[in-house]
Each structure stands twice: as C-alpha cells, then as structure tokens.
C-alpha cells in the first residue's frame, strides 16, 4: 500500500503537508539528528531489556548451510582464476554495461533533449525485460527520480552478472552447481536496495513523514517478533488473531468419524439432496494442515465438490511427536490410507472409491496403489486417482535438491535423532527459501522498516501453521526418493513387506500440476505422469497453493490441457491448448465417468466430535 501523498491527487493539502514534512524532516541537520536521537531512544531500552532474555538474535536462517556456500565458492573462484581468459570475459561485458548506465544516468539527470538521449548508448535492454514486472520497484520514484533509476537498474546488472557468473562452473559437478546458483540468487534477492531504509524511496519518504515512527514501530515489531522466536527471528507474516480454525477457516460442516493415532476422518455434511454414488476420499499432505483445501465458502474445494455432488471425507493428520518416530511411508499407508478407505467403505457400504492425493499425499497415494497391486493383483478399491501437484519421479525436483544429498542427509538424522521428527519450523524456513523475496523480504520491509502490522491473510495463516514430520519417515523419503529416485524405477522400492513397481497398475490417473511451482516442478510432475498406465494430465497457472485452490468464480490463471502424453514436457505445453480460468469444471468432467450415478444423499452419523476435529489445531509449538 503506498502512503496518502501517492494514493490520491484529490487532497492537495495533505500533499503540501507530507512534501514540507520531508523538507522539513531531511534538509535541517539540526532536525534530522533529532529524529535519529529520539529513534536511538526510544529502540535502545527495548533492545536492552530483549538481551537480558535472549542470547544475541539469530536473524539469519538455519537453511543456509554458509560453511558449505564458502567451501563451494571457494572451489569455483579458484577454478575461475585458473582460465584468466574467460573471467576476462565476463568481467568485459559487465563493465561496458556499466559504461552504458553510467552515460545513460549522466544524461538523464543533467536533463538531455530528446535528441542527444536518443544518440546515446542504451543500458542493456534485455536485463531491463527480464525484470520488467518485478514487484520489489512498483514504487514510482524507481522510475520516476534519476537517482533511484540509476539505483534500481545498477542492481539489475550486478544480480544478473552474479547470477550468471556460475552458468560455465565446469570445475563443479551438477549438483555443487545447482547448489552454488542457489545460494548466488539468494545472495542477489538479499542485496536489493529495497531491503535498505536508506535506498527505499517508499522508507525513506515514510521516515520522512513520521519523523522516524515507522521505524521505532518497526523495531518494536521486531523485538516482538524475535521474542516469538524465543530469540530467533520468526517473522509475523499475518495476524494470527484474526482466524480460528473451525470458524473463519475450516468451517465446512461434518463429523470426525474414526481417529486413530495418526489421523482423524472427517466426513462432510451434503450440501445437495443428491450425491454420487462413488464416494470421494482426498488425502492432504501431512507436511502442513489440510485446511488448505478448506480455508474460506468462497475458496474451499471441499465446500465445491460438496456442491458438485459428492460424498467428501478427508483425512487429517497428526502433527507428529517423538513417539511416532519411526513412522515411515508404510505406517503412513497402513495405519493412514487403508484404515480410512476402510472406513469409508463400512459408511457407505460403497466397495470403490475416488481418492485425491495432494503433493505428498499423492506420493503416498502411489505407493499404494502400486502395494495394493503388488499384494493382491488389483487396485479395485480405487476407482479413479487424482494427484495434486505430486512428485513421483524426483530427478528434476528443482531448488529443494539444493538442500538434499548424501552428506546433508547424515547432518539431518543426527539432528532428528533426538527430537524424533523433522522440526517443522526447519521444513518451513526453507520452503520460505525457495520464495525468500515474497516470503522473507517483503515482510521484512512492511514489518520492520514501514512500521506496519502484517495484513490478515487466511493463506499466509496456514502457512505459518505447518507441521513436524516423523524421523524415519523424513529419511526414508529424502534418501529413497530425492537422493536416489527409486519410487519410479521397479522393483527398487519396498513397502509393506512388498516390492513397489508404480507402471503396474491401471487406476485412471489425473494429475493436476501447476507451471510455476517449485516445490513440485510441473516438468518433474509431468515425467512422473508419464509412467503410470493410465494418466490425465492438466497444467494450471500459478504455483503450488495458488494453482490448485483457484475457484471457478475467480476467473484466474487458466490451465493447458493435452491429452498426448507421449512427447516431452516442453512439446507437450507447446502443443497443449490453454483455456481461460480454473481448471475445477474440467476436473468435474473428467471424473464424472468414475463417479457414478446420483443416489439419496449419504447421512452423516454423529461422530467422535463436529469437523474440523482436534488434530488440525494442534500446532508444533505445542508438540
């Protein structure tokens, strides 16, 4: 949000009083040394009484491994002065376009005519595109003050060329590589002038409104936000206050109808007096809370496929503690997946039925359906499979492979040993990572140096709401899927006392994945799809969350469809057919076949308790 001087040009006083206040704050040293003094002031005594709680703060995330960024850099820096030639090279380009920005800027602020710009040497306009819809320099002044430009695109050609400067690193294997361009673009997204007081022009200009407020509040924010953390940094990026689960959020009517120690089933109240014969089980990810696919009416996918006509039960976890240590894949199936097909089935009296498998939900989803056929020949008791966004082959499973190898993998079970689960707090600071200027830098701005409150987001509460993940389980799942893809090769896996080959079974599949996802790259998806026997696959827009809870009223993002999956990944978009907006009718079509014909809609006895159950609110905090 910009301040009320940018917001509208009805009000000219309040502009003539925010412009003098700027002057007024900025061009008198004796006004603007006062300022500062009445910010040490008033922030001092906070900062005193936080250290006499805490050890000094760890403001930087645990994720990063920075003994490993020096050991990686260092072997490629050492590589790089061994070929004098090529860093010559690259060093050439970079500077000439400093040359050219320089020119370009001198130009602009000494107010050229239109002639003389015109003759000039351009800044490189193909870096200038690539961040043409960049969302960290929406404010005007990044366009409109020759300084800030001049700042704006400075940065622009220094991450570029730090991005880039790892593309030929033949002196690093493929995955030290991938490893060091991560930790480069993290260092560039650090290094933006936005995440500076003193190079933000919307800070600088709320400082000089305020007299300084902004940032005593923001230092109060983040001392209060490090107290959360009990000493580390753990951002506020929503006002938890403002939601309670079962009433703001997972508010849809039902009855947890079976509880065992590793989930609770919900079965949903019909909201038609029809339902579909076939009932529909959907299975979360038990990396975070279900409520995801249940958030608000408006937004709920359980609430629209309830409308549709069917039969919803879901299944929510247990955010795991020390006893379910040894937890792994199997457990997961045997004490999660089938004990809820089971009871699904006895409510019913149904002997098939849809199941959806959201992200790892849906890996679990394909474990069992390659055990099921593997211990009995068929996979009857599922009639049709849905894979939201769900990995099943792991070579191509982008930036999370940064954090996953056979060494990291020894330091995270010595780590686990003890606790017995996975930390959520360790899982999210790194899906955090992966998005570090939405989800880390954007918060450090409006909380801490604009002095605002984070906005109340139903979304970002879920995100700060994720969940621990058994010790077994979590090594299992790094080791035999990320590190070493067995999952998709047959035979190499064993489940339940059988051996897993995914390309045996006949289930109708439909994968729902979604173009700009990196925590499930859709290629990687896509690939995996392409094993399986008998697989629907539809590309949505947006990323995890927002491509798959995109309601159809929103009218957003649109989605491809193919149904030729014998060609790559990238011939398959090209030639693949886009149609505007959400892809939940085209879902609706396709599983309408499996669905079966309508009947009385199925009665909800009264359960252990009303939905959302008991599960869903325990948070890790408490665990």
Not at 177 to 195: H, V
Not at 332 to 356: C, F, S, W
Not at 569 to 575: M, P, T
């Amino acid at each position: 949000m910009q301040d009320g001087s940018k917001q509208s040009g009805n009000d000219s006083s309040e502009d003539s009083r925010k412009d003098s206040a700027a002057d007024h704050s900025f061009t008198d040293p004796q006004k603007f040394m006062a300022m500062w003094q009445n910010i040490l002031q008033e922030t001092a005594p906070l900062y005193s009484d936080f250290m006499t709680q805490f050890q000094p703060p760890e403001l930087l995330s645990s994720a990063i491994d920075l003994e490993d960024f020096s050991s990686i850099f260092s072997t490629f820096w050492s590589g790089l002065m061994q070929d004098p030639e090529r860093f010559y090279e690259m060093q050439q380009q970079y500077w000439q376009d400093w040359t050219k920005l320089c020119q370009e800027s001198t130009q602009q602020f000494f107010n050229l005519s239109g002639e003389a710009k015109a003759s000039q040497s351009k800044f490189n306009e193909d870096i200038l595109n690539q961040h043409k819809d960049d969302r960290r320099f929406r404010d005007p002044a990044w366009q409109e003050s020759v300084l800030f430009d001049f700042i704006k695109k400075s940065y622009f050609l220094t991450a570029d060329w730090l991005v880039h400067l790892t593309d030929n690193a033949d002196q690093l294997d493929d995955k030290m590589k991938m490893r060091l361009q991560f930790y480069m673009r993290q260092y560039a997204d650090a290094i933006a002038p936005n995440n500076f007081p003193m190079t933000n022009p919307e800070v600088i200009r709320k400082t000089a409104e305020t007299g300084g407020e902004n940032l005593i509040q923001g230092f109060k924010n983040l001392i209060k936000d490090l107290k959360r953390g009990h000493g580390r940094l753990k951002i506020a990026t929503t006002d938890e206050d403002d939601f309670k689960i079962g009433k703001d959020i997972a508010s849809t009517e039902g009855q947890v109808v079976f509880k065992n120690e590793l989930f609770e089933l919900i079965h949903y109240t019909p909201t038609t007096a029809q339902q579909f014969e076939t009932p529909l089980l959907i299975a979360p990810p038990f990396i975070n809370k279900f409520y995801i696919l249940d958030l608000k009416a408006e937004n709920s996918l359980v609430k629209w496929a309830l409308d549709q006509g069917h039969a919803v039960f879901l299944i929510s976890w247990v955010n795991p503690d020390k006893s379910l240590a040894e937890y792994k894949f199997d457990d997961y199936m045997k004490r999660g997946l089938l004990p809820a097909l089971d009871e699904v089935e006895a409510i019913t009296g149904q002997k098939q039925t849809n199941v959806i498998g959201y992200c790892i939900g849906g890996t679990l989803l394909t474990i069992t359906l390659s055990w099921l056929k593997a211990k009995y020949g068929n996979t009857d008791r599922i009639k049709s499979a849905t894979f939201f966004t769900t990995l099943i082959n792991f070579q191509d499973s982008g930036d999370l492979n940064v954090f996953i190898d056979e060494e990291t993998l020894g330091d995270t079970t010595d780590q686990m040993n003890e606790q017995g689960f996975l930390s959520a707090e360790a899982l999210h600071q790194t899906f955090a990572l992966l998005r570090a200027n939405d989800m880390i830098w954007s918060f450090v701005i409006n909380n801490y140096m604009l002095g605002k409150e984070p906005f109340p987001f139903d979304l970002l509460y879920w995100n700060d709401d994720p969940t621990n993940i058994p010790a077994a389980l979590h090594r299992q799942y790094l080791k035999h899927m990320y590190v070493q893809n067995q999952l998709c090769q047959k035979n190499k896996m064993t489940i339940g006392g059988q051996k897993i080959d995914i390309t045996s079974f006949d289930t109708p599949c439909h994968f729902i994945s979604a173009k700009d996802d990196h925590i499930a790259p859709w290629i990687a998806t896509y690939n995996g799809a392409k094993q399986l026997q008998h697989a629907t696959f539809t590309l949505s827009g947006s990323g995890h969350i927002a491509g798959i809870i995109n309601p159809p009223h929103k009218k957003k993002y649109g989605y491809w469809r193919n149904d030729n999956l014998e060609s790559s990944a990238e011939e398959w978009i090209v030639n693949s057919e886009h149609h505007a907006g959400s892809w939940w009718p085209r879902w609706q079509e396709w599983i309408a076949p499996f669905a079966g014909k309508k009947r009385a809609a199925y009665k909800v006895k009264k359960g252990l308790e009303k939905a959302p159950g008991s599960y869903v609110k325990l948070r890790y905090e408490d665990v």
